[in-house]
């Protein structure tokens, strides 16, 4: 089962009002860059539970899911 685990994203907002997130920082105080986003939707996490808008990331050669709930971020983690 995995958790939400909530962090703090740094992002670029540009006039238009598009946010793209550019690093993650992880409970521990961790940064991760976000090297490319392939996709951004709206949709549930079906591992962690939640919805709102999913960005597809890549992190160090990894895909990772990227949620924006509520004015809130939070990525789904095993527990």
């Known amino acids: 089962m995995a958790r ?3 962090v703090d994203v740094l992002i670029k907002q ?6 793209t997130p550019l690093s993650i ?3 521990d105080g961790r940064v991760y860059e976000i090297d490319k986003i392939t996709r951004v939707c709206n949709a549930a996490s079906l591992k ?3 919805a709102g808008i999913r960005y597809t990331c890549v992190i160090r050669n ?3 899911f990227l949620f924006l709930e ?5 990525v789904e983690s095993k527990t």
């Open 48 to 50: 962690a539970g939640g």
């Open 62 to 64: 990894k895909e990772t």
């Open 14 to 19: 540009d006039r238009e009002g598009r946010i």
């Open 25 to 27: 920082t992880w409970e």
């Open 4 to 6: 939400k685990v909530y």
């Open 70 to 74: 509520n004015n809130k971020w939070f």
